[in-house]
């Protein structure tokens, strides 16, 4: 199971977080507009395995306007 973890986290922090920081956008402004707390923006891209809720993950979701069923295919679970 921690596969789908890494596999999650991994996907985020590669396909979203890390444009949002290189277009010069803050950590925190990631969080506030996906509707997280900048702790687990942290959590999400740190080097600790972190096992991501479904709630955090389906806020995300809902603020880039994503079904988390075409989440999970983007991701390829």
């Known amino acids: 199971m921690s596969n789908v973890n890494s596999k999650i986290c ?5 396909e979203w977080l890390l444009p949002w920081l290189k277009a010069g956008k803050s950590q ?4 506030i507009r996906h509707n ?4 687990t923006v942290r959590k999400i891209k740190g ?3 972190y096992r991501i809720p479904v709630e955090t993950l389906s806020k995300i979701c809902e ?10 295919l983007l ?3």
């Open 28 to 31: 925190s402004s990631f969080a």
């Open 75 to 77: 991701v390829g679970i």
């Open 47 to 49: 080097k600790k395995e």
């Open 63 to 72: 603020a880039k306007n994503l079904k988390l069923s075409d989440f999970f």
């Open 10 to 14: 991994n996907y985020i922090t590669r």
């Open 36 to 39: 997280i707390d900048e702790s």
